[in-house]
């Protein structure tokens, strides 16, 4: 009997990726996530299932969307020849988008199987093994569709690609070991050491993002821990020293990567229907990473910055 074929959600795959593990890989981004960080700079991510957004910039006034939509979810904007989507009547059926030759309705998201994935992630083979390259699960979480994450990282073990996962650590342990016996690097996000800020900046404690660590450093898989630096909330002194001496007490822990906060995923919070409420932070030095890092030395712990070590 043939074997059913694992299907999952995702947004998008990129190939050519330098930043999202070591080498020259290609990045699989799934869809959902159970955390909702402020800052989030791919919002479109965080739901699990394909979802309408609507670019009114494009939108020629046309107005042929109004009458497709079964939810009145479309009218037109006033004083102006342009729709609006009310998102909260939207259920995302995706009726609309075949009728808009502007693509200013569009649907992020979209079910595809493993074997589609495989077929696209296997023709970089080359690059990955004369970079020391490979795959990475991204997302949105990896262990959201753990199964479907699971089956990618086998099929890329059968292929002799290397695997790594970035994520944001929350989920069970049933979800990590679907995808622990496939996984040669875990970069996973500790956002902030203190459960109640990170509650604060992600919508979740971190009590067992920290358990996680642990269990995936148990069984003997190589890990980064990664920090986005969000200036004012997670970039103290205390915060970096506490995260750098966790880290530090881990077996297998190849060291942190420091990523810089940015707000190039602003403009994308307007286009599926919600506000972007990060308070807003003052323009940072330009060389506020490069002096994060330089700080962070002392921790005696290496830094690694993914692009850099490929580009030496
Ligand atoms: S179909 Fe597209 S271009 Fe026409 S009104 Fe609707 S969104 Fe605008
Ligand atoms: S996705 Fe469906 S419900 Fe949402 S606006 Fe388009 S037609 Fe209406």
Not at 56 to 80: F, V, Y
Request: with cysteine.
């Amino acid at each position: 009997m043939k074997k059913a074929t694992i299907s999952g959600y995702i947004s998008n795959i990129e190939r050519y990726t330098l930043h999202d593990g070591p080498g020259i890989r290609t990045t699989v981004f799934l869809k959902g996530c159970p955390l909702s960080c402020l800052w989030c700079s791919n919002p479109e991510m965080q739901v699990g299932y394909p979802q309408l957004a609507y670019f009114e910039e494009r939108c020629n006034g046309c107005l042929r969307c109004i009458e497709k939509c079964p939810q009145n979810a479309i009218s037109i904007k006033q004083n102006c020849l342009q729709v609006e989507v009310d998102f909260v009547k939207c259920n995302h059926c995706g009726e609309c988008v075949d009728t808009c030759n502007m693509d200013a309705l569009v649907m992020i998201g979209k079910r595809v199987s493993v074997e589609e994935i495989m077929n696209t992630v296997t023709r970089d083979k080359v690059f990955y093994q004369h970079s020391n390259g490979g795959v990475t699960i991204s997302g949105g979480e990896p262990l959201w569709q753990s199964d479907f994450s699971g089956e990618i990282l086998r099929r890329c073990k059968e292929n002799q690609i290397h695997t790594a996962i970035q994520s944001c650590g929350y989920g069970t342990k049933e979800q990590i070991d679907r995808i622990i016996p496939f996984l040669d690097l875990a970069i996973i996000d500790l956002k902030h050491y203190d459960s109640s800020a990170h509650h604060k900046l992600t919508g979740k404690g971190n009590e067992d993002i920290i358990e996680n660590i642990k269990y995936i450093d148990n069984n003997k898989i190589p890990i980064v821990i990664q920090i986005p630096l969000i200036p004012g909330f997670n970039d103290s002194e205390e915060t970096l020293k506490n995260i750098f001496n966790f880290t530090g007490n881990l077996k297998n822990a190849l060291g942190v990567s420091l990523l810089q906060y940015h707000t190039m995923g602003v403009p994308k919070y307007k286009h599926i229907g919600i506000s972007y409420i990060m308070p807003s932070i003052d323009s940072l030095p330009a060389d506020y990473l490069k002096e994060k890092i330089e700080s962070c030395k002392k921790y005696n712990l290496p830094i690694i910055q993914f692009m850099d070590d490929y580009l030496l």
